[in-house]
């Protein structure tokens, strides 16, 4: 399968919105979108004032939809969205792809949409699911072993080398999306981790202001013990796979090509 790496969305201290654009024999397949259209025309309704927080660079030539194009693909070929999460710098582009298939954990849902708490409603933003996607929800909890880390096999619709890794913790339904490329697995973790020195498996470390960052997780005993495993996964098996995640910038250069 083909593999795009796509920054859709620039923030502060150059921090990227690193999304994958795969191809499968019949479709196009999104992991995350990064901002869209809709934050770049009115980022006031779509991203409120954590705009300002996250530092978003909003240019229309890095939202997806334009990216896809950029490549001469039709963006209706995307059918199927899986999310990480529903952070606003993750979901922000789901309306540019009405007709795509939604897939997101149970848990992440319910977060988002039902039960929120205060300090969840400053991250997920309601009006970027207004226009109604077609969810499917993933109450699969994961069973499957692949590394020693549980998976959710068989997504409907979905190939099965595309596989949803459960990495609760940033947010109570976040999860990692791997992939079998044919060449080995591409595991793209989200925000599990923010910058990968930590998950070296010499000497990891996380700056002091990144841990700042990653306080803001949900639950944080589960976003520790998570990058415990990460970093375990990534001293045993990188050979035969690649960790990557959202917002590091030299990852996405690396993969990017660029
Ligand atoms: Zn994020």
Redesign the pocket.
């Known amino acids: 399968m083909r593999i795009h790496h796509l920054n859709c969305g620039t923030m502060a201290f150059g921090l990227v919105?690193h999304c994958l654009l795969i191809e499968t024999r019949d479709s196009l397949v999104l992991v995350d979108t990064g901002y869209g259209l809709g934050c770049v025309r009115d980022p006031g309704k779509m991203l409120g004032v954590s705009r300002f927080v996250l530092g978003a660079k909003l240019r229309e030539s890095q939202t997806a939809v334009r990216q896809i194009q950029a490549l001469g693909y039709d963006p209706r070929d995307v059918r199927h969205i899986i999310l990480?999460?529903l952070?606003l710098?993750?979901s922000g582009g789901l309306s540019d792809f009405p007709e795509a298939t939604v897939h997101v954990h149970g848990p992440e849902f319910r977060a988002a949409t039902a039960t929120p708490t205060f300090s969840e409603r400053l991250r997920y933003r309601a009006q970027q699911w207004e226009h109604g996607p077609k969810w499917m929800v993933n109450e699969v909890e994961g069973g499957e072993d692949w590394f020693g880390f549980t998976t959710v096999r068989d997504l409907p619709g979905l190939p099965p080398e595309i596989l949803v890794v459960p990495l609760a913790g940033?947010t109570r339904g976040h999860v990692g999306v791997a992939v079998d490329s044919g060449r080995g697995w591409l595991l793209h973790a989200?925000?599990a981790f923010?910058t990968e020195s930590s998950i070296d498996p010499e000497q990891p470390k996380t700056p002091f202001f990144v841990k700042l960052f990653e306080s803001g997780a949900i639950v944080g005993d589960a976003h520790r013990e998570n990058q415990r495993r990460l970093r375990e996964l990534n001293r045993a098996h990188s050979h035969e796979l690649t960790i990557i995640n959202?917002?590091d910038a030299a990852v996405f250069a690396r993969l990017a090509g660029r």
Do not use: F, I
Request: charged share 35%; proline share 0%.
């Open positions: 919105d990480t999460h952070d710098d993750h940033h989200g925000d923010l959202s917002h």
